[in-house]
T-cell receptor
Framework: AQSVSQHNHHVILSEAASLELGCNYS??????LFWYVQYPGQHLQLLLK??????LVKGIKGFEAEFIKSKFSFNLRKPSVQWSDTAEYFC?????????????FGTGTLLAVQP | DTGVSQNPRHKITKRGQNVTFRCDPI?????LYWYRQTLGQGPEFLTY????????KSRLLSDRFSAERPKGSFSTLEIQRTEQGDSAMYLC????????????FGSGTRLTVV
C-alpha cells in the first residue's frame, strides 16, 4: 500500500526566509504527486501537481516542487516566504492510472511565518 | 461554480446517536469522495462514487458508516451508533473525470461525539 511521510511537523520561519518541506512516498509503481495547502479556516486547495515530464513543477503563489524518482521524494520549496503563507501543507500521492484517483495524504506540516 | 458545499458545518452529538452529513459537489463533477481528518493527521480516504455507483470503500468505513449518492448529484454520509472515536472532520471532494486530478474540497463537517 502507498504511504506518504512528511518529516517536518511544525516549521517556523521569518518572512523572506527560504522554505523547503520534505515529502517522501512509498510505492513501487508510477505515481502522481500533489501538494495541498490549508489556510486557517479555509478548505484544502491544490498548490501544484506532478504527473509526468519536467520533474520541477511550478505552482501557485511562487511555490515549486521537485520530483526525484530515485529518492521517492517530492519536496516543496519557496525562495522567500511571506506572512500570508502561514498554513498547513499536505503532500499527497495517487497511483497513476488508478481507477479511483484516491489520494493518500501525509500528516501535514504546519508552517508559521513570523513578520 | 459555487464550489463543494457541505452541511452542517458543525455537529455535536451524543454517543450512540445517528448522524447524517450532506455534500453537494460541483454540478458537473461525476466523481465524489469522502475523507476523514483527525487532529494532527492528513485526510484519510473513506469512499468514492462515480456518478451514483459507490466503487470503493476503505477498510476505515465500518458497518456503522454508509454513504449514498442516489442520483449522482449530492451525497450523504451516515454514521450509526456514533462513538467518541468518530469525532473528526469529514471532508467531501469532487472532480470532473479520470484525467483531471483537480479535486475540489468542501470546507468539511466537524463532528464531535460527546
Amino acid at each position: 500500500a502507498q504511504s506518504v511521510s512528511q518529516h517536518n511537523h511544525h516549521v517556523i520561519l521569518s518572512e523572506a526566509a527560504s522554505l523547503e518541506l520534505g515529502c517522501n512516498y512509498s510505492y513501487g509503481g508510477t505515481v502522481n504527486l500533489f501538494w495541498y495547502v490549508q489556510y486557517p479556516g479555509q478548505h484544502l486547495q491544490l498548490l501544484l501537481k506532478y504527473f509526468s515530464g519536467d520533474p520541477l513543477v511550478k505552482g501557485i503563489k511562487g511555490f515549486e516542487a521537485e520530483f526525484i524518482k530515485s529518492k521517492f521524494s517530492f519536496n516543496l520549496r519557496k525562495p522567500s516566504v511571506q506572512w500570508s503563507d502561514t498554513a498547513e501543507y499536505f503532500c499527497a500521492v495517487a497511483v497513476a492510472g488508478g481507477a479511483t484517483n484516491k489520494l493518500i495524504f501525509g500528516t501535514g506540516t504546519l508552517l508559521a511565518v513570523q513578520p | 461554480d459555487t464550489g463543494v458545499s457541505q452541511n452542517p458545518r458543525h455537529k455535536i452529538t451524543k454517543r450512540g446517536q445517528n448522524v447524517t452529513f450532506r455534500c453537494d459537489p460541483i454540478s458537473e463533477h461525476n466523481r465524489l469522495y469522502w475523507y476523514r481528518q483527525t487532529l494532527g493527521q492528513g485526510p484519510e480516504f473513506l469512499t468514492y462514487f462515480q456518478n451514483e455507483a459507490q466503487l470503493e470503500k476503505s477498510r476505515l468505513l465500518s458497518d456503522r458508516f454508509s454513504a449514498e449518492r442516489p442520483k449522482g448529484s449530492f451525497s450523504t454520509l451516515e454514521i450509526q451508533r456514533t462513538e467518541q472515536g468518530d469525532s473528526a472532520m469529514y471532508l467531501c471532494a469532487s472532480s470532473l473525470d479520470r484525467g483531471n486530478y483537480g479535486y475540489t474540497f468542501g470546507s468539511g463537517t466537524r463532528l464531535t461525539v460527546v
